[in-house]
């Protein structure tokens, strides 16, 4: 799982109103599941601003607090890398 991305990995954005349009993914395979798989996932639900990917998580930051939600909908369990997310 590999390719190149064009988002930013700026996620942690001090201005509060941008928490509600940020998602925690838990639980994630990263030595499987790269930040470009973490993109093409999540941009079905709308306009990524930005994505980072740590050991075992990663944020994804919406446009909007109603992406960031229909994302979280969408995908809470979901498996990935034989992982539940």
Request: some cysteine.
């Amino acid at each position: 799982m590999t390719g190149k991305s064009q988002t930013s990995n700026v996620t942690n954005k001090n201005d509060p109103r941008s928490l509600n349009s940020r998602v925690f993914i838990g639980n994630l395979n990263t030595a499987i599941v790269k930040k470009t798989d973490i993109e093409v996932i999540f941009a079905k639900y709308g306009k990524i601003v930005g994505c980072s990917v740590h050991k075992g998580y990663a944020f994804v930051q919406y446009m909007s607090e109603r992406n960031a939600r229909a994302a979280v909908a969408g995908e809470n369990a979901r498996i990935i890398a034989g992982q539940p997310l």
